[in-house]
């Protein structure tokens, strides 16, 4: 069956079996490898990808549910070789150490951003709930996400008063 | 984890959606959100020939009062229940639940019809909706029918609706009079079952209790209402004594196992207690509104 769908702006088409899941569309098919495979099972979120906008859970998504919509994945986070706002806090705060639960949380920072410019230490520990990291570096990820809002805030143009 | 193969269809009209169902009766489900449907291909609990994805049907993801009713379209995400702030006055116990299913990246995709029609007994929206005698809408080449939630429950993942049918709305009564509810769930983590929940939706009337819906999820086969608790607050008034009694009561409806999350004893003792505070906050809130 044929998927057509924007993968971080750039239009793909791909024949494949109904059964294969959207993330092994994104890693096997398109050769993204950003986006991981941790429980497989819905719990950790290291697979997450923005649909249309919208974080998911690409290991329970059919690859067939994407024809006609947009996927955001972390390689869409930086543009023109400069690291995204998001990557840059995570960067700064010791937002991570392996690494593994990282794209999913920096694509779920990306939503909560864009729908919260200004999320409060509560908001953005709700957004990262669906999301596990082993290494329990919750603290720096919150401090990471924060830290891009800020930088964000500065880059935005003031707002006429 | 790859499912077992299957063929996939999207019909794009609801009619395109029961001619398929009428054609393939139980060789296949449905798929709205898949957030319970997908895992289970995976597991191999479920190997059904055809996949019939009504994501793209259109008209099916209405949320409206009208008509007496809360109408909710077959895919309206948790999700969108939860950012619903208008729902917080009329049905406090669906925006209390709202929040508290699985985590937001399920909820953005998970539906409150596909729920229903999975009939999880740890399922939160079963328990809910017994609460708020809330039924569901049930459409087919036949025709179409409302299937009262209480009726729809047959057992573990089994519901009275037919093969050829697919549930399209859920109704939810509007309440007469000032209303309170919530929704009570011990959970070992975000995104993991219940351990215990309860749902509770209380409708006042001349400062009595006037209705009284209790709906409880992972104390039994399937989610269960406190049917002999309902009974025992209509008309009652609203002291602690009323409320103890009927969390006794549901206590004791409550047929819990034991497993990895808890004892069925200490099951049955949080359903007990979660009654008393769900009443007692479900009063209050009446009382404010």
């Not at chain 2, 020939?49 to 049907?57: E, G, I, K, Y």
């Not at chain 2, 929040?99 to 079963?126: E, M």
């Not at chain 2, 400062?207 to 086969?221: F, K, N, Q, S, T």
Request: glycine residues 10%; contains cysteine.
């Amino acid at each position: 069956m044929q998927v057509s769908c924007s993968v971080n702006g750039v239009p793909r088409t791909a024949d494949v079996e109904p059964r294969l899941l959207l993330v092994h569309l994104i890693r096997e098919v398109f050769d993204l490898t950003g986006t991981h495979v941790g429980c497989d099972t819905t719990s950790c979120g290291a697979c997450t990808v923005l649909l249309d906008g919208t974080p998911v859970k690409s290991c329970t998504v059919l690859a067939v549910q994407a024809d006609g919509r947009e996927i955001t994945t972390v390689e869409g986070l930086g543009q023109d070789g400069k690291l995204h706002p998001i990557q840059e806090g995570f960067k700064e705060e010791h937002g991570l150490q392996c690494g593994f639960c990282t794209p999913g949380m920096m694509l779920v920072a990306k939503a909560l951003l864009e729908r919260n410019p200004d999320p409060t230490e509560e908001d953005i520990r709700w957004a990262i709930s669906g999301n596990i990291c082993r290494c329990t570096g919750y603290v720096n990820i919150v401090k990471a996400i924060r830290w891009a809002a800020r930088r964000m805030a500065e880059e935005r143009p003031a707002a006429a008063v | 984890m790859l499912p077992p193969r299957f063929d996939y269809r999207r019909p794009g009209s609801l009619e395109e959606a029961v001619d398929l169902l009428a054609e393939h009766g139980d060789q296949a489900k449905v798929l709205a959100g898949g957030q319970s449907l997908i895992p289970l291909l995976k597991f191999r609990l479920a190997a059904p020939a055809l996949l019939v994805d009504v994501n793209r049907v259109p008209g099916l993801d209405g949320l409206a009062e009208e008509g007496g009713h809360l109408r909710i379209g077959a895919l309206v995400r948790h999700a969108t229940l939860e950012r619903e702030a208008s729902l917080r006055g009329r049905y406090p116990a669906i925006a209390a639940a709202a929040p508290q299913i699985s985590d937001p990246l399920v909820r953005n995709l998970g539906t409150v019809g596909g729920s229903l029609a999975h009939a999880d007994p740890s399922g939160d929206w079963g328990a809910v909706m017994l609460a708020l005698g809330a039924s569901v809408v049930a459409r087919s080449r036949r025709g179409e029918r409302e299937i009262p939630v209480r009726e729809l429950f047959r057992d573990t993942f089994t519901t009275s609706l037919e093969p050829d049918e697919l549930l399209t709305e859920v109704r939810v009564p509007a309440p007469a009079g000032p209303v309170g509810g919530t929704y009570l769930k011990l959970e070992r983590k975000v995104g993991d079952f219940a351990t215990v929940a309860v749902a509770v939706h209380v409708e006042m009337r001349d400062g009595r209790i006037g209705r009284a819906g209790i709906g409880m999820a992972a104390v039994g086969p399937t989610n269960l209402r406190a049917e002999a608790a309902e009974a025992a607050l209509a008309g009652a008034e609203p002291t602690e004594e009323a409320f103890a009694e009927a969390a006794r009561l549901a206590a004791q409806a409550a047929s819990p196992v034991s497993d990895v999350r808890g004892s069925a004893e200490y099951k049955r003792h949080v359903v007990e207690v979660y009654v008393r505070r769900g009443l007692a906050a479900a009063v209050e809130r009446a009382r404010a509104a």
